[in-house]
Nanobody
């Protein structure tokens, strides 16, 4: 059974940086595409970034492109989200998710419906 555990959230000032980590266990990590999503109370969960199982393919939401970087270390079963130039609009609970589908080793996906496993979330708060 896949388990995901996020860490690295916290409070940061606008313009600052944070790095989120997500530890994966229970299956072969490299077989899964991974994604980061975020959610603000009262709003739908939104896609942030995704990476293929091999790490060769990444995909970003327009709102974070150029500021956030997703990466993975398949030897450590961990996916990361480096967040730079943070703004108060980035304040949310950030969720790590894993997707296993045909082609998940080579491709990444922004579609929430592809992701079958979710972490508990970690709070990111950006103060102005």
């Amino acid at each position: 059974q896949v388990q995901l555990a996020e860490s690295g959230g916290g409070l940061v000032q606008a313009g600052g940086s944070l790095r989120l980590s997500c530890a994966f266990s229970g299956r072969t990590f490299s077989s899964y595409a991974m994604g980061w999503f975020r959610q603000v109370p009262g709003k739908e969960r939104e896609f942030v970034a995704a990476i293929s199982g091999s790490g060769s393919s990444t995909y970003y939401a327009d709102s974070v492109k150029g500021r956030f970087t997703i990466s993975r270390d398949n030897a450590k079963n961990t996916v990361y989200l480096q967040m730079n130039s943070l703004t108060p609009e980035d304040t949310a609970v950030y969720y790590c998710a894993a997707a296993y589908y045909r082609g998940s080793y080579h491709s990444s996906s922004p579609n929430t419906s592809e992701y079958n496993h979710w972490g508990q979330g970690t709070q990111v708060t950006v103060s102005s």
